[in-house]
């Protein structure tokens, strides 16, 4: 078996046909599409993504770099279809390895086992979004909860360590003092009381996404926040069916007013690979 480079950006709603002795294995994954983006093989999902996690090409005001997929990486076989449907004129950007087959050469087993496996156990994410029009009051010591999830029958999901959580304005402005607080069953991950310190992780340090300026202007001036995605460790990464699986934002500081002509987001998006149970 040969094997040549891959780094192919392919456009949204287009079938790509693979050749008869040629396939993909593709490792990292980028993309501009504004919703959830699914890329398919024969037609069935391998891959959840979306631009704030991983954008096409990193940007002043989203430099996440391609998103590494680790063990959920994606092989497409000799003659198979290769299909990504993300936001209108959206595109993935697709990096790994092409393989060519010398003749009568068979699929590399550990290639196959993973080809099988893929629709069964694939990269997702949680995402979600609680706002603030202009003028709202988010009173101190308040919580909101942009994810509020329970694992459903025939899944579970493995929290990977991506982690983006912070309350910003429209413009990209981080909001100091808003921290994320994670709960699995209802238990909080983190401190029980103030007496120790803030609740939950500073939103600097999460960003969402990482980058180096806001977009107040064109450039934005530089942000103060951490320029790589926050990983997450927990003692519990695996979240079974019936868990349930939350995010609170809560402002840790004095009363805020969001700022005339503002909307303020307390956004959220966690990486997870999804694995398919019986």
């Not at 009173?139 to 959580?165: C, H, N």
């Not at 909080?188 to 980058?211: E, F, H, K, M, V």
Request: proline share 6%; glycine share 10%; with cysteine.
């Amino acid at each position: 078996m040969k094997t040549y480079p891959l780094d192919k950006v392919l456009d949204t709603g287009t079938d790509y046909v693979m050749e008869g002795k040629r396939g993909y294995v593709i490792k990292k994954v980028a993309t501009d599409s504004t919703t959830k983006g699914v890329l398919k093989v024969e037609g069935a999902p391998v891959l959840e993504i979306v631009k704030d996690i991983c954008p096409l090409y990193p940007t002043l005001t989203n430099i996440n770099p391609a998103l590494d997929l680790g063990e959920y990486y994606i092989v497409v076989e000799p003659n198979e279809k290769l299909r990504f449907e993300g936001s209108s004129g959206s595109k993935i950007r697709i990096i790994g390895e092409i393989f060519e087959l010398e003749t009568g050469e068979a699929v590399p087993g550990g290639l196959h086992l993973r080809h099988d496996e893929q629709t069964g156990k694939y990269l997702t994410y949680f995402s979600g979004d609680v706002t603030a029009a202009a003028g709202a009051t988010v009173a101190s010591k308040t919580e909101v909860f942009p994810i509020d999830i329970e694992v459903g029958a025939g899944r579970k999901y493995v929290l990977t360590g991506g982690y983006q959580a912070e309350a910003r304005l429209d413009n990209l402005v981080n909001v100091p003092g808003f921290y994320s607080r994670i709960y699995i069953n209802d238990d909080p991950q983190d401190i029980l009381s103030r007496t120790a310190g803030p609740y939950g992780i500073d939103g600097r340090s999460a960003p969402n996404p990482p980058r180096l300026s806001d977009a107040s202007a064109n450039p934005g001036p530089a942000v103060d926040v951490e320029k790589t995605m926050y990983k997450l460790k927990l003692e519990k990464m695996e979240l079974i069916p019936g868990d349930k699986f939350k995010i609170g934002v809560s402002n840790e500081a004095g009363d805020y007013v969001v700022p005339t002509g503002r909307t303020l987001s307390r956004i959220v998006h966690v990486i997870v690979g999804y694995i398919k149970v019986k």
